[in-house]
C-alpha cells in the first residue's frame, strides 16, 4: 500500500514547530546540565559542522559562507538565540535574532562583542576526540575564533561533547508522536518488497530486491542513508550472509534497510522465508530460533536503565544471554537525526567487550535506539547447521520503559 507523504511545505511547517518547541523546552535544560552558559556553532558551506543541520529552520540546508549559530543562557535560565547574518537578514527567522552590521565591523568582530556583552562563565565549541558529531568546527574556524576572543574568554572555551550529544539524542514528544509512524513505512516497503509481488523464485536476486527496495523509497521522496543490504541463508551453506544469490525455496532472506523523513533516521533488519514446494509454514526449529532472539531483545531492553553506560548495559545482556545459553551478539546504536546517531554505543558488531569512549556514555530518557543483535541456534532441519537470526528495530527509552515503534519481528515473513 502506498504510504501518503506529506509535501515538502507541510514537512517543513512540522520541522519547524519542532524546531521551536526544542530550542525552548530541550536546548536549555541540557545546557544548564552539561554547565555551557554559551555555545558557538560555526561553519562554513559545504563543511557544515554535522549538528548544524539541526539547528536549521526549514528549508534551510546549508551554511551560507561564514554562518554562526549562538544560544546563551540568561540570568532566569531562558535562551537567547542568534546568528552572525546581517541584522536585515530574515534566513533563519524567527527562530535567530541577526546581530551583525555588514559593513561597520567583521563577523568576528560582532562575535566577540557579543560574547563580552553576555559575559559567559563557560563557551562550548564542538571539539571532541570521542564524538565525530561533536567534533564539527574546523581547525580554521577554530583559531580565528580564538583570534578573535579577548584573553579572559578564550580560556572560558571547552568542549561542548555532551551538549551536542544531548541535543541530538534527546526526542521531543511530538518527534516520538511521528517517528513510530515513519518506521511503519519502511516496514511497509519491506513487506512488499519480501513477497511474491516482487519476489520470482528462482529469478529473483538478493541485489535485485536491495535496488527495488531503493527505488520505492526515492520514488516517495524518502531517501536512503545508507546502500540496502539483502542477503540469505541457504541450507547446507555456511556462509551465513550470501549475497548477490538468486533467491530459492528454503532460503531465508534478510534484509538491512534506513530511510529519512521529517529529518529522522530508521535503521531496520527484517526476516523472510520461501516456502519450499508443499510448506505452508517455516519450519519449527527457525520459529523457536526467532523466539530465541525476541528473548534476547527483552533481555536488551530490560537492561536499559537510565545512568546505565552503554558498556554496562552491553556486559548485563551478554552475561544474562550467557545464563540462558543464548549464544549472542549485541551492537545496538542511537539513532535520530543521523543513522548511527549521537549517545551511548552498545557494542560493536567486531567488539563485544567494551566500546571505549562512547560506550561509556550513560543511557538518558527520551531518546531513540536501532536495536541491532544476533543470535545463532543448530536448525534440526538442516542437519543441526548453525543459523542466525539477526533482528534490529528502532525503539524509544521513555519514562523508564522500552517502546517499539511500530513493533518488532515476531513472525517470518513468507513467500510462496
Known amino acids: 500500500m502506498q504510504k501518503k507523504i506529506l509535501s515538502l511545505s507541510d514537512q517543513a511547517k512540522i520541522r519547524n514547530d519542532w524546531l521551536g518547541y526544542r530550542l525552548e523546552n530541550i536546548l536549555p535544560p541540557i545546557m544548564k546540565r552539561t554547565g555551557i552558559d554559551m555555545w558557538i556553532v560555526l561553519a562554513r558551506e559545504y563543511n557544515e559542522d554535522p549538528v548544524m543541520k539541526s539547528l536549521f529552520p526549514a528549508p534551510v540546508m546549508t551554511a551560507s559562507r561564514l554562518t554562526g549559530l549562538i544560544f546563551s543562557i540568561t540570568d532566569n535560565d531562558t535562551l537567547e538565540c542568534f546568528s552572525l547574518y546581517p541584522k536585515e537578514s530574515s534566513m533563519l527567522a524567527p527562530f535567530y535574532t541577526p546581530v551583525w552590521?555588514?559593513?561597520?565591523?567583521?563577523?568576528?568582530?560582532?562575535?566577540?562583542?557579543?560574547?563580552?556583552?553576555?559575559?559567559?562563565?563557560?563557551?562550548?565549541?564542538?571539539?571532541?576526540?570521542?564524538?565525530?558529531?561533536?567534533?564539527?568546527?574546523?581547525?580554521?574556524?577554530?583559531d580565528e575564533l580564538v583570534n578573535c576572543l579577548s584573553g579572559e574568554y578564550r580560556k572560558k572555551l571547552r568542549s561542548a561533547e555532551d551538549l551536542v550529544t544531548g541535543w541530538l539524542e534527546t526526542r521531543s514528544g511530538k518527534e516520538l508522536q511521528v517517528y513510530a509512524g515513519i518506521n511503519n513505512i519502511i516496514h511497509s516497503i519491506i513487506a512488499e518488497a519480501f513477497s511474491s509481488k516482487v519476489i520470482d523464485v528462482g529469478i529473483t536476486r538478493t541485489t535485485d530486491l536491495e535496488?527495488?527496495?531503493?527505488?520505492?523509497?526515492?520514488?516517495?521522496?524518502?531517501?536512503?542513508?545508507?546502500?540496502?543490504?539483502?542477503?540469505?541463508?541457504?541450507?547446507?551453506?555456511k556462509d551465513s550472509r550470501i549475497a548477490n544469490e538468486v533467491i530459492l525455496p528454503g532460503d531465508v532472506l534478510r534484509c538491512d534497510v534506513g530511510i529519512e523523513y521529517l529529518g529522522l533516521k530508521t535503521d531496520t533488519q527484517r526476516l523472510c522465508y520461501v516456502l519450499n514446494m508443499g510448506e505452508t509454514d517455516v519450519p519449527e526449529g527457525m520459529k523457536d530460533a526467532l523466539k530465541t532472539g525476541n528473548r534476547f531483545q527483552d533481555i536488551v531492553c530490560e537492561n536499559f536503565i537510565e545512568g546505565k553506560t552503554g558498556n554496562e548495559i552491553l556486559a548485563a545482556s551478554l552475561k544474562q544471554a550467557e545464563k540462558e545459553n543464548i549464544k549472542a551478539q549485541l551492537y545496538t546504536h542511537p539513532i535520530g537525526f543521523h543513522g548511527h546517531g549521537a549517545g551511548p554505543m552498545v557494542g560493536l558488531?567486531?567488539?563485544?567487550?567494551?566500546?571505549?569512549?562512547?560506550?561509556?556514555?550513560?543511557?538518558?530518557?527520551?531518546?531513540?535506539?536501532?536495536?541491532?543483535?544476533?543470535?545463532?541456534?543448530?536448525?534440526?532441519?538442516?542437519?543441526?547447521q548453525e543459523f542466525f537470526i539477526c533482528l534490529e528495530q528502532t525503539v524509544a527509552f521513555r519514562h523508564g520503559r522500552v517502546f517499539y515503534l511500530d513493533g518488532r519481528q515476531t513472525d517470518f515473513m513468507l513467500v510462496q
Open 211 to 237: 535496488w527495488w527496495m531503493m527505488e520505492k523509497a526515492a520514488s516517495m521522496g524518502l531517501p536512503s542513508w545508507f546502500p540496502f543490504d539483502v542477503d540469505l541463508q541457504r541450507k547446507g551453506e
Open 349 to 384: 558488531w567486531d567488539n563485544q567487550k567494551s566500546v571505549p569512549g562512547r560506550g561509556d556514555y550513560p543511557l538518558h530518557s527520551d531518546t531513540c535506539y536501532a536495536l541491532e543483535l544476533n543470535i545463532a541456534q543448530n536448525l534440526p532441519e538442516w542437519d543441526n
Open 101 to 142: 552590521e555588514k559593513g561597520k565591523e567583521t563577523q568576528w568582530e560582532r562575535l566577540n562583542k557579543l560574547v563580552e556583552e553576555k559575559k559567559p562563565g563557560t563557551i562550548g565549541i564542538d571539539t571532541s576526540e570521542k564524538s565525530a558529531l561533536a567534533d564539527g568546527l574546523s581547525k580554521h574556524l577554530h
